[in-house]
């Protein structure tokens, strides 16, 4: 039995996100996934929660503890003081107290500059969205689920499963053919839509939708070394344009699908 007749387990799955398969097994994997677009929607939710927590902890786990918060040194200067002192069994208490009191601080040492829970979802939410364009952008023959020639049907499903009236925005005027769409995990276990747009030349553009009760309803771009991402909320629904990391043209498509979403909201209002 060759690697890639062997089954994939979990664990590999783990491993796969974490980059420590073998070359082989890597391959394996990979190939596994695009048969399991399934599994590969669960795969790029842990890839998205793991780049999250690099993104935000990996500088501050790095950096020493500063001598004020060394529980072993405040621990050994109180001691010292009991045992100068009359009172050891009060002092004993009060080294239990102190235990206590420096855990809580190296705790918030960690979390200093954490943002708001509210802001630690929406940036989940474009980590997941921007892994599911990297995932499924290079797909030939399994990039979406429903077609778009099914919009109709994959509007009212993708509305239902969100638990919000979506719009499929019409960006023909941009040379972008809808391609179709898919269901998603979305942030803290919630369902994504999922859209996918094609020009001419082959440039593939998403739009990643999910329930979102908080975060800022201006559009901000975030860049990365090859694709980008447009986020904005608006009605309580997070919305990430992914696609090519060219600024102008992926603006330019964000604005047009902010407009239509901003239509069919004044339509239903």
Not at 179 to 203: I, K, Q
Request: hydrophobic fraction near 45%.
């Amino acid at each position: 039995m060759t690697d890639h007749d062997k089954p994939v387990t979990e664990d590999e799955l783990h491993a796969y996100v974490d980059g420590l398969l073998s070359d082989d097994r890597k391959e394996a994997v990979a190939t596994w996934l695009a048969a399991n677009p399934d599994a590969a929607a669960l795969v790029a939710a842990w890839r998205a929660q793991a780049d999250a927590i690099r993104a935000r902890y990996g500088a501050v786990a790095s950096e020493p503890v500063p001598d004020r918060l060394q529980i072993d040194r405040i621990i050994a200067g109180d001691i010292l003081a009991a045992r100068r002192g009359s009172r050891p069994l009060r002092a004993l208490a009060a080294v239990g107290v102190l235990v206590a009191f420096v855990g809580g601080v190296a705790v918030g040492w960690a979390a200093r500059g954490a943002p708001d829970q509210a802001t630690s979802g929406f940036d989940q939410m474009t980590a997941q969205a921007l892994d599911a364009y990297k995932l499924y952008v290079v797909e030939v023959r399994h990039p979406v689920e429903v077609p778009g020639t099914e919009t109709a049907h994959m509007r009212a499903w993708l509305s239902k499963r969100v638990g919000a009236e979506l719009v499929i925005p019409d960006l023909s005027s941009l040379g972008l053919k809808l391609v179709g769409g898919r269901l998603l995990p979305g942030p803290t276990g919630t369902a994504a839509a999922f859209y996918m747009y094609e020009n001419a030349a082959g440039e593939r553009y998403t739009i990643y939708c999910a329930k979102a009760t908080q975060g800022e309803t201006a559009l901000h771009f975030k860049t990365g070394e090859q694709y980008a991402a447009v986020t904005w909320v608006d009605d309580k629904v997070g919305y990430v344009v992914s696609g090519p990391s060219n600024r102008d043209k992926l603006e330019t498509v964000a604005k047009n699908v902010y407009e239509q979403i901003d239509k069919g909201a004044e339509k239903k209002g």
